[in-house]
């Protein structure tokens, strides 16, 4: 029988110093980081920890579906990530595939949760450009989210291609779902006017459903990914050779 003691040194921490070193203490590190830049710059440190409704001075429920947005974006990130690092540790070539496309993913989400977070795509270009010296400044920020979401669309590309036989085996028709949400949610965003009926309803409904529907498939893939994990791991105790459970598996990608 498995010791209680056994179990708990059996997780991602063996003891409470290992907890600290790795965790407790980046985090303070990052917080005084933090605390002396915006210090060097004359911000004070209550605006970088205090919730933005309440720096605002807006009701609790301002921004909720955009935060509930966030929140989907780092499950599927979460998600992803997690079972990539428990497909990588099996040394079926099959795992190995499924490991690479989740974790390429997770990154790839994690990098469009960090964009939506902090509006990356509607700020990156104001150190350089003065939008009041323009006469119509709304197409001015037009123009640079378009380059902005070319890129994106140039990347998901790649990434679609890089990872063709992966998507030919799952359920391809909830993300290509999602991407024609975020497809038409960003036409509206910059072909039409914010003056237009219904303009954000449209606008940011169209993105929460394509947040949701991203969500669906990754976390689609990543339960087919993890059941069949736990079945290979109860055929190793079972036959307890490697190359007769590989025999079992049948290589679709």
């Not at 400044?137 to 790649?158: A, D, L, S, W």
């Not at 669906?216 to 791991?233: G, K, T």
Request: aromatic share 18%.
């Amino acid at each position: 029988m498995t010791k209680s003691g056994d179990m708990a040194n059996s997780g991602l921490f063996k003891d409470m110093r290992s907890l600290i070193v790795t965790v407790v203490l980046p985090a303070t590190v990052f917080l005084l980081f933090m605390q002396i830049i915006f210090k060097l710059n004359g911000i004070p440190f209550y605006t970088l920890v205090a919730d933005p409704n309440e720096i605002g001075k807006l009701p609790p429920y301002a921004g909720m579906i955009s935060m509930l947005g966030i929140l989907f974006w780092c499950a599927s990130a979460a998600i992803s990530i997690f079972t990539a690092s428990l497909l990588s540790k099996n040394k079926l070539v099959r795992s190995k595939k499924w490991s690479d496309f989740l974790l390429f993913s997770g990154f790839l989400t994690l990098f469009i949760l960090l964009d939506d977070l902090f509006q990356i795509h509607e700020y990156y270009f104001h150190p350089f450009i003065d939008l009041q010296a323009w006469e119509n400044p709304r197409r001015v920020q037009n123009f640079f989210e378009t380059v902005f979401f070319i890129i994106y669309m140039i990347f998901i590309g790649m990434y679609l291609y890089r990872f063709k036989s992966i998507f030919k085996i799952t359920n391809y028709y909830i993300l290509l779902l999602a991407l024609s949400f975020f497809a038409i949610s960003t036409i509206v965003d910059i072909a039409t006017p914010e003056s237009m009926f219904l303009h954000y309803t449209i606008e940011e409904g169209l993105k929460f459903l394509g947040i949701v529907t991203w969500f669906s498939y990754f976390m689609d893939c990543c339960y087919q990914q993890l059941r069949s994990l736990i079945w290979i791991e109860q055929q190793r105790m079972h036959i307890g050779d490697t190359q007769e459970i590989t025999s079992l598996i049948k290589d679709d990608v």
